[in-house]
């Protein structure tokens, strides 16, 4: 069983920045893929960034592209999400995820505890 940790969440003015760490832990196989999601009360948990160990691709919905960052090492199922000019939509649980799929399957193997981010207006 791999163990997922998610860091770095917080409360930030809309502008502003902050950087999210996923930290694996556990048995030493490798993902295909880890994925950053988020979640707000009531909505489904909508998908944030995704990077490809595989191909080194990464993909971003619209709402974040040009303004999130996904990177990582995928030797040791780590990833950091670089979020930038936060908007308060952008306020959320985000949760870091991996899977031994391909990087757009709809089930991601491995889940973190989530960490909260809140942009203020």
């Known amino acids: 069983q791999v163990n997922l940790v998610e860091s770095g969440g917080g409360l930030v003015q809309a502008g502003g920045s902050l950087r999210l760490s996923c930290a694996g832990s556990?048995?030493?196989?490798?993902?295909?893929?880890m994925a950053w999601f988020r979640q707000t009360p009531g909505k489904e948990r909508e998908f944030v960034a995704a990077?490809?160990?595989?191909?080194?691709?990464?993909y971003y919905p619209d709402s974040v592209k040009g303004r999130f960052t996904i990177s990582g090492d995928g030797a040791n199922n780590a990833a950091w999400l670089q979020m930038d000019n936060l908007e308060p939509e952008d306020t959320a649980v985000y949760y870091c995820?991996?899977?031994?799929?391909?990087?757009?399957?709809?089930?991601?193997?491995?889940w973190g505890q989530g960490t909260q981010v809140t942009v203020s207006s």
């Open positions: 995820a991996g899977t031994t799929r391909d990087w757009n399957s709809p089930d991601y193997d491995y």
């Open positions: 990077i490809d160990w595989s191909g080194g691709g990464t």
């Open positions: 556990g048995p030493t196989f490798s993902f295909k893929a």
